[in-house]
Protein backbone atom coordinates (compact mmCIF):
# COMPACT_ATOMS: atom_id res chain seq x y z
CA UNK A 1 0.00 0.00 0.00
CA UNK A 2 1.30 3.48 -1.18
CA UNK A 3 1.41 6.06 1.71
CA UNK A 4 0.86 9.79 0.17
CA UNK A 5 3.19 12.56 0.79
CA UNK A 6 0.39 14.35 2.22
CA UNK A 7 -0.13 11.54 5.08
CA UNK A 8 3.93 11.30 5.36
CA UNK A 9 3.92 15.19 6.00
CA UNK A 10 1.33 14.76 8.71
CA UNK A 11 3.19 11.91 10.38
CA UNK A 12 6.29 13.96 10.34
CA UNK A 13 4.31 17.08 11.82
CA UNK A 14 2.70 15.26 14.97
CA UNK A 15 6.28 13.42 15.33
CA UNK A 16 7.61 17.21 16.18
CA UNK A 17 4.46 18.21 18.30
CA UNK A 18 5.34 14.73 20.43
CA UNK A 19 9.41 15.71 20.30
CA UNK A 20 8.65 19.44 21.28
CA UNK A 21 5.84 18.01 24.29
CA UNK A 22 8.56 15.96 25.45
CA UNK A 23 11.40 18.68 25.19
CA UNK A 24 8.77 21.36 27.75
CA UNK A 25 7.82 18.74 29.62
CA UNK A 26 4.26 18.90 28.49
CA UNK A 27 2.02 15.80 28.65
CA UNK A 28 -1.73 15.23 26.78
CA UNK A 29 -3.63 17.08 29.21
CA UNK A 30 -7.36 15.29 30.70
CA UNK A 31 -10.39 15.86 32.41
CA UNK A 32 -9.37 14.95 36.10
CA UNK A 33 -11.17 14.83 39.02
CA UNK A 34 -9.76 16.30 42.29
CA UNK A 35 -11.75 14.69 45.61
CA UNK A 36 -12.52 16.75 48.76
CA UNK A 37 -13.83 13.78 50.64
CA UNK A 38 -17.42 14.37 51.05
CA UNK A 39 -17.75 18.15 50.25
CA UNK A 40 -17.26 18.00 46.73
CA UNK A 41 -15.13 18.40 43.66
CA UNK A 42 -12.33 20.29 41.84
CA UNK A 43 -12.57 18.91 37.88
CA UNK A 44 -9.63 20.90 36.26
CA UNK A 45 -7.68 19.44 33.38
CA UNK A 46 -4.34 18.56 33.46
CA UNK A 47 -2.00 15.54 32.23
CA UNK A 48 -2.76 12.28 33.76
CA UNK A 49 0.73 12.17 35.43
CA UNK A 50 0.48 14.87 37.51
CA UNK A 51 -0.26 14.18 41.24
CA UNK A 52 -1.93 16.39 43.93
CA UNK A 53 -2.50 16.34 47.53
CA UNK A 54 -5.75 17.38 49.36
CA UNK A 55 -5.67 18.44 52.93
CA UNK A 56 -8.75 19.87 54.98
CA UNK A 57 -8.49 22.30 56.78
CA UNK A 58 -9.89 23.74 60.48
CA UNK A 59 -12.35 26.44 59.48
CA UNK A 60 -15.23 26.06 62.11
CA UNK A 61 -17.95 25.12 59.92
CA UNK A 62 -16.42 26.23 56.71
CA UNK A 63 -15.38 23.66 53.76
CA UNK A 64 -11.89 24.55 53.26
CA UNK A 65 -9.55 22.56 51.65
CA UNK A 66 -5.63 23.06 50.61
CA UNK A 67 -4.22 21.32 47.33
CA UNK A 68 -1.13 21.11 45.64
CA UNK A 69 -0.74 20.10 42.00
CA UNK A 70 2.88 18.53 41.18
CA UNK A 71 3.62 18.53 37.47
CA UNK A 72 5.90 16.07 35.99
CA UNK A 73 9.08 17.99 36.93
CA UNK A 74 7.72 19.89 39.84
CA UNK A 75 11.16 21.14 40.95
CA UNK A 76 10.33 23.89 38.44
CA UNK A 77 7.42 24.78 39.41
CA UNK A 78 5.37 25.16 42.39
CA UNK A 79 0.89 25.59 42.47
CA UNK A 80 -0.82 25.56 45.67
CA UNK A 81 -4.21 26.85 46.18
CA UNK A 82 -7.04 27.45 49.24
CA UNK A 83 -10.58 26.81 48.30
CA UNK A 84 -13.28 28.05 51.25
CA UNK A 85 -16.91 27.38 50.69
CA UNK A 86 -18.41 30.27 53.23
CA UNK A 87 -21.44 32.60 53.31
CA UNK A 88 -19.49 35.73 53.84
CA UNK A 89 -17.87 35.69 50.38
CA UNK A 90 -21.47 35.98 48.84
CA UNK A 91 -20.83 39.71 49.87
CA UNK A 92 -17.81 40.26 47.95
CA UNK A 93 -17.88 43.16 45.85
CA UNK A 94 -18.03 42.95 42.21
CA UNK A 95 -15.25 45.63 42.07
CA UNK A 96 -12.83 42.64 43.24
CA UNK A 97 -9.99 44.23 41.07
CA UNK A 98 -9.86 47.47 43.09
CA UNK A 99 -10.49 44.75 45.93
CA UNK A 100 -7.54 42.60 46.28
CA UNK A 101 -5.36 45.76 44.59
CA UNK A 102 -6.07 47.13 48.45
CA UNK A 103 -5.52 43.71 49.84
CA UNK A 104 -2.31 43.69 48.00
CA UNK A 105 -1.43 46.73 49.20
CA UNK A 106 -1.77 45.92 52.63
CA UNK A 107 -0.68 42.62 53.01
CA UNK A 108 2.68 43.08 50.84
CA UNK A 109 3.29 47.26 51.88
CA UNK A 110 4.23 47.33 48.30
CA UNK A 111 2.09 48.93 44.91
CA UNK A 112 1.73 45.93 42.86
CA UNK A 113 -0.35 46.35 39.94
CA UNK A 114 -3.09 43.97 39.67
CA UNK A 115 -4.89 42.87 36.69
CA UNK A 116 -8.42 41.75 35.95
CA UNK A 117 -8.05 37.57 35.16
CA UNK A 118 -10.33 35.52 32.93
CA UNK A 119 -11.88 32.48 34.08
CA UNK A 120 -13.87 30.46 32.72
CA UNK A 121 -16.48 29.56 35.42
CA UNK A 122 -15.81 33.06 37.54
CA UNK A 123 -14.32 35.95 38.13
CA UNK A 124 -11.21 36.97 39.61
CA UNK A 125 -7.62 39.44 39.48
CA UNK A 126 -3.99 38.71 40.16
CA UNK A 127 -0.10 39.83 40.70
CA UNK A 128 2.43 38.77 39.25
CA UNK A 129 6.20 39.19 42.00
CA UNK A 130 9.57 38.77 41.43
CA UNK A 131 12.37 36.64 42.99
CA UNK A 132 10.33 35.42 46.39
CA UNK A 133 11.24 32.58 48.38
CA UNK A 134 8.87 29.75 48.89
CA UNK A 135 8.99 26.61 50.86
CA UNK A 136 8.17 24.15 47.99
CA UNK A 137 5.84 21.02 49.07
CA UNK A 138 7.33 20.64 52.47
CA UNK A 139 11.22 20.88 50.66
CA UNK A 140 13.78 23.02 51.15
CA UNK A 141 13.04 27.12 50.56
CA UNK A 142 14.10 28.27 47.39
CA UNK A 143 13.89 31.35 45.46
CA UNK A 144 11.53 31.25 42.18
CA UNK A 145 11.94 33.72 39.41
CA UNK A 146 8.22 34.60 38.74
CA UNK A 147 5.28 34.23 41.19
CA UNK A 148 1.50 34.15 40.42
CA UNK A 149 -1.33 35.35 42.76
CA UNK A 150 -4.76 34.63 42.07
CA UNK A 151 -8.01 35.61 43.51
CA UNK A 152 -10.88 33.99 42.08
CA UNK A 153 -14.78 34.04 43.24
CA UNK A 154 -17.13 31.08 41.70
CA UNK A 155 -21.14 31.41 41.87
CA UNK A 156 -22.19 32.85 44.87
CA UNK A 157 -19.48 31.28 48.06
CA UNK A 158 -16.56 29.75 46.40
CA UNK A 159 -13.09 31.78 46.94
CA UNK A 160 -9.84 30.60 45.50
CA UNK A 161 -6.57 32.07 46.44
CA UNK A 162 -3.60 30.22 44.56
CA UNK A 163 -0.11 30.60 44.07
CA UNK A 164 2.05 29.66 40.99
CA UNK A 165 5.80 29.71 41.76
CA UNK A 166 8.14 29.14 38.24
CA UNK A 167 11.37 30.45 37.14
CA UNK A 168 9.73 31.57 33.62
CA UNK A 169 6.17 32.51 33.61
CA UNK A 170 6.30 32.69 30.25
CA UNK A 171 7.49 29.03 29.62
CA UNK A 172 5.16 26.10 28.47
CA UNK A 173 4.81 24.64 31.86
CA UNK A 174 3.88 27.59 33.62
CA UNK A 175 1.47 28.39 30.82
CA UNK A 176 -0.49 24.91 30.63
CA UNK A 177 -0.60 24.99 34.56
CA UNK A 178 -2.31 28.39 34.56
CA UNK A 179 -4.54 27.43 32.04
CA UNK A 180 -5.50 24.73 33.50
CA UNK A 181 -6.13 26.31 37.05
CA UNK A 182 -8.30 28.99 35.32
CA UNK A 183 -10.69 26.61 33.73
CA UNK A 184 -10.96 24.31 36.69
CA UNK A 185 -14.79 23.84 37.61
CA UNK A 186 -15.31 23.32 41.76
CA UNK A 187 -18.27 22.10 43.21
CA UNK A 188 -18.93 22.10 47.15
CA UNK A 189 -21.94 20.74 49.01
CA UNK A 190 -22.16 24.15 50.72
CA UNK A 191 -23.87 23.17 54.30
CA UNK A 192 -27.77 24.88 54.34
CA UNK A 193 -29.41 26.77 57.46
CA UNK A 194 -29.77 24.63 60.24
CA UNK A 195 -34.40 24.21 60.42
CA UNK A 196 -35.88 24.56 63.36
CA UNK A 197 -36.06 21.72 65.30
CA UNK A 198 -39.64 20.18 66.79
CA UNK A 199 -40.28 18.68 69.95
CA UNK A 200 -43.34 16.68 70.39
CA UNK A 201 -44.90 15.23 73.16
CA UNK A 202 -45.08 11.46 72.71
CA UNK A 203 -46.16 8.40 74.74
CA UNK A 204 -42.74 7.28 75.84
CA UNK A 205 -41.93 10.90 76.95
CA UNK A 206 -40.25 13.53 74.39
CA UNK A 207 -39.86 13.25 70.80
CA UNK A 208 -37.05 15.71 68.80
CA UNK A 209 -37.25 15.66 64.58
CA UNK A 210 -36.27 17.89 62.38
CA UNK A 211 -36.98 18.31 58.35
CA UNK A 212 -33.44 17.69 57.28
CA UNK A 213 -33.87 13.44 58.12
CA UNK A 214 -37.19 11.11 58.72
CA UNK A 215 -34.81 10.08 61.66
CA UNK A 216 -35.63 10.89 65.21
CA UNK A 217 -34.75 10.89 68.48
CA UNK A 218 -36.85 9.46 71.45
CA UNK A 219 -36.10 10.41 75.18
CA UNK A 220 -38.10 8.03 76.94
CA UNK A 221 -38.78 10.04 79.94
CA UNK A 222 -41.84 11.91 81.70
CA UNK A 223 -39.98 14.07 83.62
CA UNK A 224 -37.92 15.98 81.13
CA UNK A 225 -37.70 20.13 81.24
CA UNK A 226 -36.93 22.22 79.11
CA UNK A 227 -34.22 24.75 80.18
CA UNK A 228 -33.08 26.51 76.61
CA UNK A 229 -34.06 30.21 76.27
CA UNK A 230 -35.29 31.59 73.25
CA UNK A 231 -32.28 33.51 72.38
CA UNK A 232 -30.55 30.30 72.28
CA UNK A 233 -32.96 28.96 69.91
CA UNK A 234 -33.24 31.79 67.80
CA UNK A 235 -29.16 31.38 67.44
CA UNK A 236 -29.36 27.89 66.70
CA UNK A 237 -33.08 26.48 65.83
CA UNK A 238 -31.39 23.01 65.94
CA UNK A 239 -30.35 23.13 69.37
CA UNK A 240 -32.00 21.58 72.50
CA UNK A 241 -31.64 21.81 76.24
CA UNK A 242 -33.21 19.59 78.90
CA UNK A 243 -33.18 18.56 82.79
CA UNK A 244 -34.28 15.39 83.62
CA UNK A 245 -35.39 16.66 87.09
CA UNK A 246 -35.99 13.04 88.13
CA UNK A 247 -32.41 11.23 87.60
CA UNK A 248 -30.67 15.05 87.63
CA UNK A 249 -29.20 14.69 84.34
CA UNK A 250 -28.76 17.31 81.91
CA UNK A 251 -28.59 16.84 78.32
CA UNK A 252 -27.97 19.73 75.46
CA UNK A 253 -26.85 18.82 71.71
CA UNK A 254 -27.66 19.53 68.48
CA UNK A 255 -30.02 17.88 65.57
CA UNK A 256 -27.90 19.39 62.32
CA UNK A 257 -27.46 18.67 58.85
CA UNK A 258 -24.84 16.38 58.37
CA UNK A 259 -22.57 17.92 56.11
CA UNK A 260 -21.86 20.80 59.17
CA UNK A 261 -20.04 17.94 60.04
CA UNK A 262 -16.19 18.91 58.92
CA UNK A 263 -13.97 16.70 60.64
CA UNK A 264 -12.33 13.19 59.43
CA UNK A 265 -14.18 11.22 62.17
CA UNK A 266 -15.46 11.88 65.70
CA UNK A 267 -11.71 11.44 67.44
CA UNK A 268 -10.91 14.51 65.35
CA UNK A 269 -13.51 16.45 66.71
CA UNK A 270 -13.36 15.54 70.12
CA UNK A 271 -9.24 16.51 69.98
CA UNK A 272 -9.90 20.00 68.29
CA UNK A 273 -12.65 20.52 71.19
CA UNK A 274 -9.91 19.58 74.21
CA UNK A 275 -7.40 21.37 72.00
CA UNK A 276 -9.22 24.89 72.57
CA UNK A 277 -9.51 24.38 76.30
CA UNK A 278 -6.07 24.48 76.37
CA UNK A 279 -6.24 27.86 75.33
CA UNK A 280 -9.85 28.93 77.44
CA UNK A 281 -11.20 29.03 80.76
CA UNK A 282 -12.61 26.14 80.32
CA UNK A 283 -11.05 22.87 82.63
CA UNK A 284 -9.44 20.34 80.78
CA UNK A 285 -11.01 17.12 80.69
CA UNK A 286 -10.15 14.33 83.21
CA UNK A 287 -10.20 10.54 82.69
CA UNK A 288 -10.94 10.31 79.47
CA UNK A 289 -12.77 7.41 77.73
CA UNK A 290 -13.71 6.18 74.43
CA UNK A 291 -16.90 3.69 73.70
CA UNK A 292 -19.05 2.66 71.12
CA UNK A 293 -22.21 2.78 72.57
CA UNK A 294 -25.17 0.73 69.72
CA UNK A 295 -25.00 3.68 67.04
CA UNK A 296 -23.34 6.45 69.59
CA UNK A 297 -19.60 7.02 69.48
CA UNK A 298 -19.18 8.43 72.67
CA UNK A 299 -16.71 9.52 74.53
CA UNK A 300 -16.82 10.02 78.62
CA UNK A 301 -14.71 12.28 80.93
CA UNK A 302 -14.25 13.82 84.31
CA UNK A 303 -14.75 17.60 84.41
CA UNK A 304 -12.39 19.04 87.75
CA UNK A 305 -14.84 19.79 91.10
CA UNK A 306 -13.21 22.51 93.69
CA UNK A 307 -11.51 20.87 96.33
CA UNK A 308 -13.35 21.55 99.27
CA UNK A 309 -16.12 19.49 97.17
CA UNK A 310 -13.94 16.46 97.97
CA UNK A 311 -16.56 13.73 97.29
CA UNK A 312 -18.33 14.99 94.03
CA UNK A 313 -17.73 13.74 90.91
CA UNK A 314 -18.97 15.43 87.53
CA UNK A 315 -18.87 13.13 85.19
CA UNK A 316 -19.84 13.48 81.18
CA UNK A 317 -20.72 11.76 78.21
CA UNK A 318 -19.92 13.51 74.54
CA UNK A 319 -21.99 11.43 72.05
CA UNK A 320 -22.43 11.59 68.46
CA UNK A 321 -24.71 9.75 65.81
CA UNK A 322 -24.29 10.85 61.89
CA UNK A 323 -26.15 8.16 59.44
CA UNK A 324 -25.07 10.84 56.19
CA UNK A 325 -28.21 13.03 56.86
CA UNK A 326 -28.28 14.24 60.13
CA UNK A 327 -25.68 14.42 62.74
CA UNK A 328 -26.61 14.55 66.32
CA UNK A 329 -24.28 16.06 68.72
CA UNK A 330 -25.28 15.09 72.48
CA UNK A 331 -23.69 16.28 75.75
CA UNK A 332 -24.91 14.54 79.32
CA UNK A 333 -23.41 15.41 82.37
CA UNK A 334 -24.63 14.42 86.16
CA UNK A 335 -22.93 16.07 89.12
CA UNK A 336 -23.49 14.06 92.58
CA UNK A 337 -21.84 12.78 95.62
CA UNK A 338 -20.90 9.48 94.10
CA UNK A 339 -17.75 7.86 92.46
CA UNK A 340 -17.00 8.72 88.77
CA UNK A 341 -17.71 4.98 87.65
CA UNK A 342 -21.08 4.97 89.16
CA UNK A 343 -22.20 7.88 87.43
CA UNK A 344 -20.46 6.74 84.02
CA UNK A 345 -22.25 3.69 84.62
CA UNK A 346 -26.07 6.01 84.86
CA UNK A 347 -24.89 8.25 82.18
CA UNK A 348 -24.28 5.34 79.74
CA UNK A 349 -27.10 3.62 80.56
CA UNK A 350 -29.22 6.53 80.11
CA UNK A 351 -28.07 7.33 76.40
CA UNK A 352 -29.11 3.29 75.77
CA UNK A 353 -32.35 4.34 76.43
CA UNK A 354 -32.60 6.91 73.81
CA UNK A 355 -34.18 6.07 70.56
CA UNK A 356 -33.10 7.15 67.03
CA UNK A 357 -36.30 5.65 64.77
CA UNK A 358 -37.79 6.21 61.43
CA UNK A 359 -41.36 5.42 62.84
CA UNK A 360 -43.55 7.52 64.16
CA UNK A 361 -44.08 6.39 67.90
CA UNK A 362 -47.37 6.34 69.64
CA UNK A 363 -48.74 9.61 70.86
Known amino acids: MKIKYTQLKLLHIVKIMLALAAATGCAASQATTIKLGNDGQIDIDIPATWKSTVERQPKDDKIAYSVDLMPDNNAKLYCSFLIVAAPEFSGMPRDLLAFMAQQTQDSTKK ?117 KSSKQEQENPGWFYFEDTKTNILMSGWLEPANKFRFSSVREMWDSDNAKRTTSARPKADSEEYQKVGDWDVYLYDAPVPAQFKNTSSTHIRANYNDGAIWIDLHLSLTRDRPSKELRDALVAYLKMLVISDAEPAK
Open 111 to 227: KIPTKPLKVANGYGVYYMETNRKLGQLGQETRMFKDVGNYFIIYGENIFVTLMLASDNAKGAEFQSVEKAILGMRPFLNTPGPTPKIKTTKVKQGIQLSSAISPKKLIIPSKSLKDR
